[in-house]
C-alpha cells in the first residue's frame, strides 16, 4: 500500500513540509517517486521515518542523520559505524538527561522555598530554617546554594 505526503505525514505526526524537508535534505533516499515525480510513501518508510523523528527529538543534527541514512543504504560493512553514532548520541543524550535533572532539583527547592514562603507569609522564614526542616531529596541544593554565597 503506498501513502501520500499528507497520509504519511499524519501517521508520523509531522507536517508535510517536514517531510518535504526531510526530502530536500537527502533524509528519504528510500522513497519511491511516481511516474509523475509524485512522493510515494511504503509501511516501511513509516519505520525509517519514525527513527529520524526519534533522532532529532534526541538533539542529532540533519547532517547527523544523513550519514546515518547513508551509512544504511550501503549495507551491513557499514554496521560498526551506525552502532558508534548511535552511541554517541546516547551518550550525549544522557548527559542532557543528567543536566535536565539537575535544573529540576533546583526547581523543586524554589518550589519548596516560595511554598514555605507564602505559609510563613515572608521569605524571611528561611532564615531560621534548620537543615533537618527541609526535605531531604532538595536539601542538597540549599546546601550548594550556601556553599556558592560563600565564596562572595
Excluded at 9 to 16: F, L, M, Y
Excluded at 94 to 113: D, F, G, H, N, P
Excluded at 132 to 141: G, L, S
Aim: net charge positive; with cysteine.
Amino acid at each position: 500500500m503506498y501513502y501520500t505526503i499528507g497520509e504519511i505525514a499524519k501517521k508520523v505526526n509531522v507536517s508535510p513540509h517536514t517531510l518535504r524537508f526531510y526530502a530536500k535534505e537527502g533524509l528519504l533516499p528510500f522513497v519511491e517517486r511516481s511516474e509523475s515525480g509524485i512522493r510515494m510513501f511504503k509501511d516501511e518508510d513509516f519505520q525509517w521515518l519514525m527513527i529520524i523523528k526519534c533522532l532529532k527529538k534526541a538533539g542529532m543534527p540533519i547532517k547527523d542523520i544523513k550519514t546515518l541514512i547513508d551509512l544504511t543504504m550501503e549495507g551491513d560493512s557499514t554496521i560498526e559505524q551506525r552502532l558508534e553514532i548511535f552511541k554517541r548520541q546516547k551518550e550525549s543524550l544522557e548527559k542532557q538527561i543528567a543536566q535536565l535533572q539537575e535544573t529540576l532539583k533546583l526547581l523543586k527547592y524554589k518550589c519548596w522555598y516560595y511554598e514555605t514562603a507564602k505559609n510563613a507569609g515572608t521569605c524571611a522564614v528561611h532564615d531560621t530554617i534548620k537543615i533537618e526542616d527541609i526535605p531531604e531529596d532538595i536539601r542538597p541544593i540549599k546546601e550548594n546554594i550556601k556553599k556558592v554565597r560563600s565564596l562572595y
